[in-house]
C-alpha cells in the first residue's frame, strides 16, 4: 500500500482528527450539502437572468426603452462584484454556515421590493442590493466543498457545484418566458421569492458547519498563518513551500466560529483587507481580468441575441424566445467537462514528465481553446448581420459559452493553484474582475453593435479573446514561475 492509499484509506484522511468534516461527515451527508450548494450556485445567477425575455413589457412598466432594461443586469453584477469582499472575510471569522443563513435570508425583502418597484430608478437600486445579499453563492461554496472532500475528490465536486452556475443564465428565461406569456413581469420577481424561501430551508437543514478551528499548530495551518502574517506588512515576501506529501501530525481540532469580528477589530480589519492585497499578485490578477472579458463577451450575447430574435424577421414568441438560451446552457455544460477533464489530464502529462508539478501547466490546455472564440463570435456577428436562420446565431453563442466553460475551469483553477494558502482570496479577486466586466458591459454592447455592424463589433470581441488569451497563456508559461517567485508567493510541490 503507497503512503497516499495508507493517508486516504477507507475515504478518509488519516492525518485529520475524526472530528474534521472530512472523516465525521457520512456521503449521503456531504452529497446533500454538495447539492444544497449546488442550489444556491444556481440561484445566485437565476435572479440575474430570470428578466431575460421580459425587456419589452418592463420597459413601457417603466416608461424607459426596452434597451435600457439590461443595464439593471450590470447593476446587479456590480452588487455581486462588491459582495465578494465582504462576504469572504466573514465566512473565514463567524463560519461558512452562519453566512450562508444570513445571505440566503437578507435576499427575501429584496425579492418583494423588485417585484413592487414603481420606478426604474427604484428597481435598478433593488437589482444592485440583490447582488450585493446573494454575492456569496458565487464565491465561498467552493471552500465548503473543499472543506468536506478529499483533495482526489474535490476537482470532480466543485465541477458538479460550477455546472449549476453555469446552466442558470440558460435556464432562467426559459422560466421568464412562460410566466411573462401569460401574466406579469412582476410575477417573475414573486418565482424568485418563492425560490429563495426554498433556498434558505434547504440551506438551514442540509449545510452544517465546515469551518475547521485546530487547536495546535499543524503544517498547514502554520503555513496558512504564516502567509496572512506575511501579507499584513508590506515589503518583500519568501515563498512558501506547500509539499503535498510531508507527513503532518494529528492534533485536536474543532469545528465552528474562529472568531467574532467585534472581538477581534484589528485582526478582522485584516482579514477584510487581505482579498484587495491580493490584487497585487500578477499572476492573479491578469488572468482574473482577462477572463472578465470573456464572461462580458457572453453577457453581451444574452443581450443582443433576444433583442434581434424578438425583431423581424425572426419574431420569436415569448416562450421560444426563452427556450433558444438552452443552446447556451448546452454549449456551457460540455465545455465544463471537457476543460476540467483535458486540464487535468495536461496537468498529469506534465507531471509525469517533469516529476512535478507548477500552476503555468495547467495553462497549455486552453490553448487549444481560444482560436474558437474568434470562430464563435464571427459566426455570431455575421449571422446577426446577415439575418440569417435563427439556428445559426444559436451555434455561434452555443461555442461561445463552450469555450467560455473551458476557460472558466483552466483560469479559475490557475489563479486557486497560484496561492492555494488563501484560495479563498483568490477567489475573491477572480469574482470581483468577472461581474466588474459584467457591470459594464450591458451599457454598451448592443449600442456599439448597431453603430459599428455586429460583424464588426464580434470580430473584435473574439480577436480580443483569442489574441490577449494567446500572449497571456504564452507569457505566464514562460514566465509565470519567476513572476511567482519574485512577488513571494507559495511554491506548490507534489
Not at 442590493?129 to 472532500?149: E, N
Not at 509525469?352 to 503555468?360: N, Q, V, Y
Not at 470581441?461 to 497563456?473: E, K, P, R, S, Y
Amino acid at each position: 500500500m503507497t503512503h497516499e492509499e495508507e493517508r486516504f484509506h477507507g475515504g478518509k484522511d488519516t492525518t485529520l482528527p475524526a472530528n474534521h468534516p472530512i472523516n465525521a461527515l457520512s456521503p449521503l451527508r456531504k452529497f446533500l450539502a454538495l447539492s444544497a450548494l449546488a442550489f444556491c450556485g444556481l440561484m445566485g445567477n437565476f435572479s440575474v437572468a430570470i428578466l431575460m425575455v421580459a425587456f419589452v413589457p418592463m420597459g413601457a412598466a417603466f416608461d424607459v426603452s426596452p434597451g435600457d432594461i439590461p443595464n439593471t443586469i450590470g447593476y446587479q453584477l456590480l452588487g455581486v462584484a462588491v459582495s465578494s469582499l465582504i462576504w469572504c472575510p466573514l465566512s473565514k471569522t463567524i463560519g461558512r454556515r452562519p453566512v450562508y443563513i444570513i445571505g440566503s435570508l437578507l435576499p427575501i425583502p429584496i425579492c418583494v421590493w423588485l417585484a413592487e418597484s414603481n420606478s426604474f430608478g427604484v428597481f435598478s437600486a433593488a437589482r444592485f442590493v440583490m447582488g450585493l445579499f446573494s454575492g456569496w453563492s458565487q464565491t465561498i461554496p467552493p471552500s465548503t466543498i473543499a472543506d468536506m472532500y478529499l483533495p482526489q475528490e474535490r476537482g470532480r465536486r466543485i465541477s458538479l457545484y460550477a455546472i449549476a452556475v453555469v446552466i442558470s443564465p440558460a435556464v432562467a428565461p426559459v422560466f421568464c418566458g412562460l410566466i411573462v406569456d401569460k401574466h406579469s413581469w412582476r410575477i417573475l420577481f414573486w418565482f424568485i421569492l418563492a425560490l429563495s424561501g426554498l433556498q434558505l430551508a434547504i440551506v438551514f437543514f442540509l449545510i452544517p458547519e465546515t469551518l475547521w478551528n485546530w487547536h495546535e499548530q499543524t503544517a498547514t495551518p502554520q503555513i496558512e498563518q504564516d502567509a496572512e502574517h506575511k501579507l499584513s506588512h508590506e515589503g518583500k515576501e519568501a515563498p512558501t513551500h506547500l509539499d503535498t506529501n510531508s507527513a503532518v501530525s494529528v492534533r485536536t481540532g474543532r469545528v465552528g466560529a474562529a472568531w467574532m469580528p467585534w472581538q477581534r477589530p484589528g485582526e478582522f480589519a485584516r482579514v477584510f483587507i487581505s482579498p484587495i492585497l491580493m490584487l497585487r499578485f500578477v499572476t492573479i490578477t491578469i488572468p482574473s481580468i482577462y477572463y472578465g472579458s470573456l464572461f462580458a463577451w457572453s453577457v453581451g450575447i444574452t443581450i443582443v441575441a433576444p433583442q434581434k430574435f424578438e425583431a423581424a424577421p425572426y419574431g420569436f414568441e415569448t416562450i421560444p424566445l426563452g427556450c433558444s438560451f438552452l443552446a447556451y446552457g448546452i454549449g456551457g455544460v460540455l465545455g465544463k467537462w471537457s476543460g476540467g477533464i483535458v486540464g487535468d489530464k495536461v496537468v498529469g502529462y506534465f507531471e509525469r514528465k517533469k516529476g512535478s508539478r507548477e500552476p503555468e501547466d495547467r495553462l497549455w490546455a486552453l490553448l487549444p481553446i481560444l482560436p474558437f472564440f474568434l470562430a464563435a463570435c464571427l459566426i455570431f456577428g455575421i449571422c446577426i448581420d446577415k439575418q440569417l436562420h435563427w439556428i445559426a446565431p444559436l451555434i455561434g453563442g452555443g461555442l461561445f459559452f463552450f469555450c467560455l466553460s473551458a476557460a472558466t475551469g483552466v483560469l479559475q483553477t490557475y489563479v486557486l493553484e497560484c496561492y492555494l494558502p488563501r484560495s479563498m482570496d483568490t477567489q475573491a479577486v477572480f469574482t470581483f474582475w468577472k461581474m466588474i466586466w459584467g457591470f459594464a458591459v450591458p451599457f454598451f454592447v448592443y449600442d456599439w453593435g448597431t453603430r459599428v455592424g455586429f460583424t464588426q463589433s464580434y470580430a473584435i470581441q473574439g480577436a480580443l479573446a483569442t489574441g490577449v488569451g494567446f500572449i497571456l497563456c504564452l507569457g505566464l508559461i514562460w514566465k509565470g514561475r519567476a513572476i511567482r517567485m519574485a512577488q513571494g508567493m507559495p511554491e506548490f510541490r507534489k
